[in-house]
């Protein structure tokens, strides 16, 4: 498969790793403040080999360097593994692997073992009152690989296998205990991770041999974004396989219930399940295995169809930049007059969030929606807001009027938690989750197309906009770029008509003319 041609790298997906690099960059920097010339940082860079680097720390852990960054460790040969970590800290007996994240590695609560960065050995753990741990799989694994090759090197810490983690916070070490029985069926984390390397030890062996293939394509959520999907997408159509329609565990249960077809899920009866499956009902997938037989994106599952209508009507969206702030809230304004001149207005700002202007933006923008709530009342007439998929909409509402309490124009918490809780605002996206069954995603961008919406942009998307705001705000050392302050409002503005394209074709006779999912 080397020659094979593969999808560009996903810009977003570049992103997270440069703003990972810069994390560890960040932390690595801490940690040198903290412990001088006992932290040692193995040489990394294009001109330098691995085998170099593996030797240079093989060399650092035999002379015993109590913090090692950026290790290689040594090749297993025997085991097939190779790799790194970020890194090492030497414990009594031996060295304990430690990794730099940049997610959330505890949540609020108790019981984590937690040490803190300046003391980032497992023997320094305490039960944290704060925080509990998250379970971080993935990360579990990488720590497992790294406490194989320590342990294969003769390095690894004697006693209980112990792994640490820094997060996001960067403000403690989270330790995890490989060898407790925390994952599904009373598995250790090495244990687990034994049973899944050999597995793909095998694979990869088969593949080096050129026997008989022992992995082939199977769909899930992570296709969007490999680069192998040019060659796994063709090649699951050309087999018609069933994961293009039910995809994860679902397509494996399929598979082993005799189903490896979507002809063949679509010639199962509705009403009789042959199995439950966890992403969809069963019933669902076949009839999205008959619409994808027909090539139909979207079928409707009732007859007649409701959407919650109003004299005055806004549609709302927010874009968010990560979990930092939210720097825009778009509105698209129409129904009966209210004294506001209909169509769209932005209430941003563009001081990189978090930032205190985002309270101004954001105050802005409730005051604005409340009086034209208050003056529809006034006129005697009815009013609702609508958004799509309310989960980031809310978040934002809930957690704007918490962190900026008692600024100016900042509503309590209390009065947007009744907004939301209210009549007046409307999830599109529940609406269409429960009206229609999707063959390609429920996303806005999938379906507004099918009612006659068409984005200005081509571009447009949730992650190129993360990109288009690092330029808009100059995030990246780089003057704030105006055009890209346009083409953000562009985008949201054409979100906004989106929903309210999407909503008014839900509730025309033309709707009638999509196929109705008890016809097929
Ligand atoms: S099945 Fe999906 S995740 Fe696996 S290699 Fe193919 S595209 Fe990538």
Redesign the pocket.
């Known amino acids: 498969m080397r020659d094979v041609d593969k999808a560009p790298p996903d810009p977003a997906g570049e992103q997270r790793k440069a703003d990972a690099t810069e994390h560890r960059r960040q932390v690595s920097n801490a940690l040198a403040r903290l412990f001088g010339s006992q932290l040692m940082e193995i040489p990394f860079g294009p001109d330098i080999r691995t085998a170099d680097r593996e030797r240079v720390t093989l060399a650092a852990m035999q002379a015993g360097t109590p913090y090692i960054w950026g290790p290689a460790l040594p090749r297993d040969l025997t085991g097939g593994r190779r790799g790194g970590i970020d890194l090492l800290v030497k414990d009594t007996t031996g060295y304990v692997p430690v990794l730099v994240v940049r997610h959330k590695t505890s949540d609020p609560g108790h019981g984590a073992r937690t040490s803190p960065l300046s003391h980032p050995l497992p023997n320094g753990a305490r039960v944290d009152p704060a925080r509990k741990v998250r379970p971080q799989p993935r990360d579990q694994l990488r720590l497992a690989h790294a406490q194989r090759q320590l342990q294969a090197a003769g390095f690894a810490k004697h006693g209980r296998a112990m792994a640490g983690v820094i997060g996001m916070d960067a403000d403690v070490v989270v330790w995890h205990d490989l060898e407790a029985p925390t994952w599904p069926g009373g598995r250790t984390a090495l244990a687990e991770y034994d049973a899944r390397f050999s597995d793909r030890l095998a694979v990869a062996g088969a593949a080096a041999r050129g026997d008989e293939p022992l992995a082939r394509?199977?769909?899930?959520v992570?296709?969007k974004s490999?680069p192998?999907?040019p060659t796994?997408d063709v090649e699951l159509k050309r087999t018609r396989d069933v994961s293009l329609v039910a995809r994860g565990e679902d397509a494996i249960a399929l598979r082993r219930a005799g189903v490896s077809t979507v002809d063949q899920l679509a010639e199962q009866t509705v009403g009789e399940p042959l199995i439950p499956l966890v992403g969809m009902p069963f019933d669902d997938a076949v009839i999205l295995a008959r619409a994808w037989l027909r090539d139909l994106t979207v079928v409707r599952r009732s007859e007649r169809m409701t959407v919650p209508r109003a004299d005055v009507e806004v549609d709302v969206d927010m874009e968010s930049f990560a979990d930092l702030g939210a720097y825009m809230w778009g509105c698209w304004l129409s129904g009966e007059n209210v004294d506001e001149e209909p169509g769209y207005r932005a209430f941003a700002t563009w001081d990189p969030v978090p930032s205190d202007d985002e309270a101004r933006s954001f105050a802005e923008f409730w005051t604005w929606l409340t009086a034209v709530r208050l003056r529809a009342r006034a006129r005697g007439l009815s009013f609702r807001a609508y958004c799509y998929n309310e989960l980031a909409e809310n978040r934002w509402l809930l957690g704007s009027a918490e962190r900026f309490k008692g600024m100016p124009g900042i509503p309590p918490v209390a009065q947007v938690r009744e907004f939301i809780k209210s009549d007046a605002w409307v999830d599109l996206f529940g609406i269409v989750r429960e009206e229609f069954l999707c063959a390609h995603g429920k996303g806005l961008k999938t379906i507004a197309p099918v009612a006659g919406f068409t984005w200005r942009d081509p571009e447009a998307g949730g992650e190129n906009s993360m990109r288009w705001y690092r330029d808009a705000v100059g995030m990246d050392g780089n003057p704030p770029d105006d055009d890209q302050r346009r083409r953000l409002l562009e985008y949201n503005e054409d979100d906004v008509r989106a929903t309210h394209a999407l909503r008014n074709w839900m509730s025309s006779e033309e709707i009638k003319l999509l196929p109705f999912a008890g016809d097929l």
């Open positions: 394509p199977s769909r899930i992570e296709c490999c192998w999907w796994c």
